[in-house]
């Protein structure tokens, strides 16, 4: 079973998004790491880019294959986790917390309502 944290919101294409005021920390969900496995490169978004929701705003490459990861959320890269550089198993060891992979400043907070609460993506995988 996965860990699936309340107060997130989440993405059919299993990514989570955290609420820091105005901005958004963005990371792949328990689920998303363990069926990627052993996660050993990442490719991190340009801090400054404008991102809209759906965009690919890094890739992961695990042993098993490469993964897109899209943005939840529209708005500006106002940061990139750096220790996924040298770390890219933070991913799977702590995806909710060192493995964060952005932050988005959001350019309209009502869009996270369209997200799934916890609640909606458990009943989504299954669980």
């Keep these: 079973m996965s860990d699936i944290q309340p107060g997130l919101r989440y993405t059919k294409d299993h990514e989570y998004v ?3 005021g ?3 920390m963005i990371g792949l ?3 998303a790491q363990s069926e990627l496995t052993e996660i050993v490169f990442v490719e991190l978004p340009s801090v400054g880019k404008e991102v809209k929701a759906g965009d690919v705003i890094a890739n992961v490459e695990s042993v098993k294959t490469v993964s897109e990861v899209f943005s939840p959320v529209s708005g500006v890269v106002k940061g990139a986790n750096d ?3 040298d770390s890219p198993e933070l991913l799977n060891t702590d995806p909710y917390g ?3 992979i ?3 400043e959001v350019s309209d907070p009502g869009a996270l309502e369209s997200l799934m609460s916890a609640d909606d993506y458990r009943k989504l995988l299954g669980e």
């Design 18 to 20: 955290r609420m820091d």
């Design 22 to 24: 105005e901005v958004a």
């Design 29 to 31: 969900t328990d689920y």
């Design 83 to 85: 220790k996924l550089v």
């Design 98 to 100: 060192e493995g964060w």
């Design 102 to 104: 952005a932050s988005i």
